[in-house]
């Protein structure tokens, strides 16, 4: 109930191109959806976040895509650079039980541009 | 701004000791919570902190301790560690405790021999 799931396990994108990362989740309790980006040796950095009353959300090169019917959401990377080169974790924050920000992570996604 | 900060970078213990670990959130943060990261996964939450108090707690066993200090910085303490507690332990701060964004230090490599 409490798991996201994120594909594809890794990408290669050549530069320029756009890089897509998909989530899923089942519990419909989710209200806070956040994506981070890790670079070896990193803490995560906060990306771009979501919440389900928004279909799509857009900053910079990034761009969050929400269905909320079918429980998933995607990043979109535009003109992917060898400097996106890094792991991408989607993430949800389940609001209604009292847990506050426990952030509950995907499996993460391993990036890599090409020049 | 200085971001969130823990210390120490790295540390090196073995089976059976104790380990603190220390972190200190954006100034005006009030939210401290702590995170585990083997290798190749994703972070699993540990322990949220807000205000002094404990506010959620994750599938972890007693051996793992936190608090929170007035100046809200906070500590996570490991006893009686294991093999499988070497990971990367992360702190994220937040201005609160509900549905905030979440800011993450560079996090404590702890390796146990």
């Known amino acids: 109930q409490q798991q996201v799931k994120q594909s594809p396990q890794s990408l290669i994108v050549q530069k320029g191109g756009i890089s897509i990362i998909n989530c899923a989740y089942e519990n419909t309790a989710f209200d806070y959806f956040p994506w981070y980006q890790q670079f070896p040796g990193k803490g995560p950095a906060l990306l771009i976040a979501?919440?389900?009353?928004?279909s799509e959300k857009k900053e910079g090169r990034f761009t969050i895509s929400f269905n909320k019917s079918a429980k998933q959401f995607s990043l979109h990377i535009m003109d992917s650079q060898p400097g996106d080169s890094a792991t991408y974790f989607c993430?949800?924050?389940?609001?209604?039980?009292?847990?506050?920000?426990?952030?509950?992570f995907g499996t993460g996604t391993r990036l890599q541009v090409t020049l | 701004d200085a971001g969130v900060t823990q210390s120490p970078t790295h540390l090196i213990k073995t089976r059976g000791q104790h380990v603190t670990l220390r972190c200190s959130p954006i100034s005006g943060h009030k939210s401290v919570s702590w995170y585990q990261q083997v290798l190749g996964q994703g972070p699993q939450f540990i322990f949220q902190y807000y205000e002094k108090e404990e506010r959620g707690r994750g599938n972890f066993p007693d051996r793992f301790s936190a608090r929170q200090f007035p100046n809200y910085s906070s500590e996570l303490n490991v006893n009686a560690l294991l093999l499988g507690d070497s990971a990367l332990y992360l702190c994220?701060?937040?201005?609160?405790?509900?549905?905030?964004?979440?800011?993450f230090g560079d996090g404590t490599r702890l390796s146990i021999l």
């Open positions: 993430a949800a924050i389940d609001g209604a039980t009292g847990t506050a920000s426990k952030l509950t």
């Open positions: 979501i919440r389900p009353d928004v």
């Open positions: 994220a701060s937040s201005l609160w405790d509900i549905n905030q964004p979440q800011h």
